[in-house]
């Protein structure tokens, strides 16, 4: 399972530091790449609940894991042969939804059978966050020799490979509850949790603080370069902050078990604000590797915490749809509008675009206080 999140994050660790240049190259303004972006972001919020419910009419889950995939590597491979705005908006639109779709199922399957098995789902994870860290620090260095559309090949041969693995790599999880159920029953289960306010304000503020990334993932390379930073550090940086998510992952459980998940996300809004506010200021390099540490906190707390309070504040019966939601809402909608207004900020104020996100993240850690106190009522 841990090798299969590998061949997932080989694919997004080269796209989500890389695209942008590869767009840049195209000819695409600041406001035409955070369009590009942030479109299959903000379909997210539908299309995520719709392909996980269409996903859970498959016997096994890692069906629809493989042909979502395989479909992705060719919209993927596909942005080659067209040129312009609008073919590489719709092409990114539908290759991108498709494969972000991947995760949360597998997320569930991993969960699942982490609680059955025994083991840790952070080790787990954490394999594909290596992965991720490789394809920073990889890519980043070909690209200082070969040209952008390096970036397009690696993104589409990745995603072709998940699709060939789905079926080797994933055990062969069953959709218990829902398999061969109608679709308007499979549906219901979304509306539960729209009606659970708790879990709506949890996923509100966990995606909120997730948010605040949008600036960040769409043009610190371009920025960093802007510096005069080489692609090799630019890759090197994007690696240190995920090889501290791997070590959170990896390391942190007893830590995470005493301190609880509504604290956790707590602890991942004040890394967040701490983290782009710092950004705002240009610093150094020298600050700016420590300050990738935060990612630990800013994304891998606030990840971390949101799984397990979707585990704790939605029925079993709803697994694919809660977490399907979750990250439709903080890999999706919110993060999307955040990666739209990025290409603006860029435009228009260059680095300081960084105190906006700094502004999402203080509302995403209000909102996690306010959940806190809301469960200790309960």
Avoid at 245 to 264: M, N, Q, S
Avoid at 371 to 377: I, Q, T, V, Y
Wanted: with cysteine.
């Amino acid at each position: 399972m841990g090798l299969f999140y590998a061949s997932l994050y080989i694919s997004l660790g080269a796209s989500s530091p890389y695209l942008a240049v590869w767009l840049k190259a195209g000819g695409l303004s600041g406001g035409q790449i955070g369009a590009v972006l942030a479109l299959p972001l903000l379909a997210r919020v539908a299309t995520g609940p719709a392909l996980a419910v269409w996903a859970d009419s498959f016997h096994l889950r890692r069906t629809a894991i493989a042909w979502m995939a395989a479909a992705a590597a060719v919209l993927f491979a596909a942005l080659l042969l067209v040129r312009g705005f609008w073919p590489w908006l719709g092409l990114w639109l539908a290759g991108a939804t498709l494969f972000s779709a991947c995760s949360p199922l597998v997320d569930v399957i991993v969960l699942k059978r982490a609680a059955q098995d025994g083991f840790d789902f952070g080790f787990a994870r954490g394999i594909g966050s290596v992965a991720y860290v490789a394809a920073n620090i990889g890519c980043g260095v070909l690209l200082s020799r070969f040209s952008p559309q390096l970036v397009v090949v690696w993104i589409s041969l990745a995603a072709g490979a998940s699709a060939l693995l789905a079926k080797g790599l994933l055990p062969p999880e069953t959709v218990r509850e829902t398999a061969g159920s109608a679709p308007t029953q499979r549906f219901g289960g979304v509306g539960a949790l729209l009606r659970n306010r708790p879990f709506l304000l949890m996923i509100g503020a966990a995606g909120v603080i997730q948010a605040s990334h949008g600036f960040y993932y769409s043009f610190s390379t371009l920025l960093w370069r802007a510096q005069g930073l080489s692609p090799a550090v630019i890759g090197l940086l994007w690696g240190l902050g995920v090889a501290t998510e791997v070590a959170f992952l990896w390391f942190g459980e007893p830590f995470r078990r005493r301190l609880g998940p509504e604290r956790l996300l707590i602890l991942g809004g004040v890394g967040a604000v701490v983290r782009w506010t710092a950004f705002a200021f240009s610093p150094p390099v020298w600050l700016l590797f420590p300050l990738q540490a935060l990612h630990a906190l800013s994304f891998t707390a606030t990840f971390v915490a949101s799984l397990q309070l979707v585990e704790w504040l939605s029925p079993k019966a709803s697994a694919s749809a809660a977490q399907s939601l979750n990250a439709a809402l903080y890999s999706g909608v919110l993060i999307g509008l955040s990666t739209l207004a990025s290409g603006p900020l860029y435009d228009y104020f260059g680095l300081h675009g960084y105190w906006a996100m700094s502004g999402l993240a203080a509302i995403g850690l209000i909102g996690a206080l306010k959940l806190k106190a809301r469960l200790a009522r309960a």
